[in-house]
């Protein structure tokens, strides 16, 4: 009777739990869902507002769509029906990512102001959207509007997946606006085949508690891994870690710490040669094996980094930093973003931001941080079979990399997308202020490997990175598999 | 002189007794323990995931064991109330094709078994042997491929769409099972059976399929685990508006981070079906387990 009485009750806990979130479900699924979520819903008023203004200010749509100003388009356009379009700007991930939720706003604001569009978006996980985005390609069914992967260009356009974008770019109303130097990855032969999307963010930062540093000796961050060395001594008395860093994901040393460091030993024509394919540049090479014996010396052989960095990811070792359990922390921007929202108020004045310190024979030195966007808005080939479905889903890719876009990111966030915006930077407190100026003006900025080239590669590399700094695996051999993998994707390109 | 010898014996065979009790004690408390430590280490994951879903992302972050130092239902409120993550229609989702796709296994399964286990035609073999290779061939090998057919077909996006792959990928395993136990069950009982009169149908679904009872229970309960959890095909084959709940769980991983006691949140709320489900049909799942061990 008892077990009854239980099953019944469960039964019951089970339909109210279904019932309550189909119920919620079901009020919106008539929505636009970039539209459902509160904040987003609440940003998009201003952007919305904007709308008009640039309507007078572009003159008339012509009818050929690069000429075509996409806002002023925006009740102009001659195309009704649908546009499928899939991105991985979730709720989820827009929550503190300045890219994401500007994504989501434009994207809100665009399906607002085209009541006669149906913009059916997929919105799926990064990993997800990742495994989906591949399959459609293998099927050659890829939806309207979608975000390239700066490693998958070359053979994507190859396989006739992407159309040439090269005439609506240059010949976009923003156009002069753009920062050119993001295009590189789309870059095939000189055309260019996406519109730099989301936000450009550095992926290696050294971020740091200056009253420590202070303490150890030094008035700002180390210059040199020598004197990052000699500080470790004082913070070792602390009982605290020098240098707190995550690696179990593996792409963590490759992304924020070798894409940078690596530089100052092959300087940035070298990894120019690996993108290009043209034989020129090899994994082998002795500055890029000398960039991993350098790596395997800091992890391995310093003990400046927490000795759990390959146990733990960056998640982790960023609370490290928070806690004061380590002087410093290396990671991206998320990382910074992060950081931000969760310091007390004295650690928040005292953090600062570096550039990687300079390895003793590192010949190419410089004040190097990598920066770029990994991901372009690209459009199926198929769309320019209908030419006002084409200027349709043109519109929505330069309104989605453009001023509404740039301006958002820009007020909220204080980050730089493909178009330059004008805000205000001092309205922003002091830590925002050095991290912009960290990524957009003091440094220099410089390719993120893994926005190139092909997973399979970066595979191989992030794997054995991960057996060398735990002493496993000599660079020399590390550099040979890589290279290896290298030509089997040069070889099947 | 006698008595004291009996007197003697009987203390041994007391303090022999008391040896042996205290011994049998001691190794009942380490029994007890280990058992305890080996229940605990099973009960501990749920335990963790639900004080988990009580914390921050910052506090679980912070401490990943430790135990919530202000517990909260926001990860909870939040999921309940943010359309976006699509749970309750997950949910929904995940119930309906869970339960038509197992439904679908376990009459394919045991109508080609019973065939296969029972009528002696020429290919029986053959085609036995054919649905057993389905066993041998990786998932995602197809993956590609059956979104093209599926396509081409007009099969995607559709409330239906991952019956059809669940029922085929699950078949082989069911069939291999339900063949089995048919081949163990006399064939007597159908030719008492038809000596009476019975049909061939008649006596598949009125003799035999009551006694397969234990076999197609083992069935049921591996593939709703199965299809519950399914996840390659429901990313590939459906849009989002008919996700199923590990999809749905994907939503709490970003890029370059993941909130961990949210997704903890999530699971609990999805798995909510799955204990009711056992707590209400448990008697049956073990009398058939059971049935099952023993008979076959």
Known sequence: MKQKIVSVLLSAAMAATLLAGCGSTAATTSEAPAAAEEPAAEEAAPAEEEAPAEEEAAPAAEEEAPAEDASAASSELAYKGEISMMHFSTSEEAEGNG?????????????????????????????????????????????????????????????????????????????????????????????????????????????????????????????????????????????IDTLAFGNSGQWQLNSCFVSCLGYQYTGTDWFSNIIAGNGDAAFTDDAFVAALTETQRLFHDTGIFNSDFNAINNEEAREYYIAGDAAAFIGGNWDADYIKANLDEEKYKNTKFAVLPQAEDA??????????????????????????KLAACIDLVQTLTGPEFADYVGENYALGGFTKADFDLSAFDQYVQDFYNFSYVDNKGCEIYDSYVDSSVWSVLNTEMQEMVNGDKKPADVAADTQKAYEDYLAGK | MVKEKDTLETLAVKNESTGQKVANGILGFFMNVLMLVFSLSCIFPLVWMFYSSLKKKREFNADIIGLPKVPTLDNYIRIMINPDYRIGYSMWNSTRTTILSVLLIIICAFIVGYILARCSFKLNRPLYIMFLMGMLIPVHSLMVPIYIIFSNAHLLNKWYTLLLPYLCFNLPVSLFLVEGYVKGIPTALEEA???????????????????CRPILITVAIINVFGCWNEFSFALILNSQAYQTVPLALKNFTGQFTSDYPKMMAAMLITMAPVVVFYFAFSKQIIKGMVAGAVKG
């Open chain 1, 99 to 239: 890219g994401s939720d500007a994504m989501r706003t434009t994207i809100a604001s665009w399906d607002a102001n085209h009541p006669d569009i149906t913009l059916n978006q997929e919105v799926l996980a990064n990993d997800d959207y990742k495994t989906q985005i591949a399959t459609y390609a293998s099927a050659d069914e890829l939806p309207d509007v979608f975000l390239l992967q700066g490693m998958n260009t070359i053979s994507w356009v190859n396989q006739g997946l992407v159309l040439d974008l090269t005439d609506y770019i240059t010949g976009s109303p923003y156009a002069d606006k753009y920062n050119m130097d993001y295009l590189v990855p789309f870059t095939v032969n000189d055309k260019y085949y996406a519109f730099p999307a989301l936000t450009g963010g550095t992926c290696t930062v050294v971020i740091y508690d200056s009253a420590l540093w202070k303490e150890a000796g030094f008035d700002e961050f180390p210059k040199t891994w020598k004197e990052v060395e000699e500080a470790k001594k004082y913070f070792d008395e602390q009982g």
């Open chain 2, 193 to 211: 059976a038809a000596i009476d009169g019975c049909s061939f149908s008649k006596s598949m679904f009125s003799i035999i399929l009551p006694i």
């Open chain 1, 363 to 388: 010949t190419k030195y410089e004040k190097f941080q990598n920066i770029g966007l990994g991901y372009g808005l690209a459009i199926n080939p198929k769309v320019a079979d209908d030419p006002d």
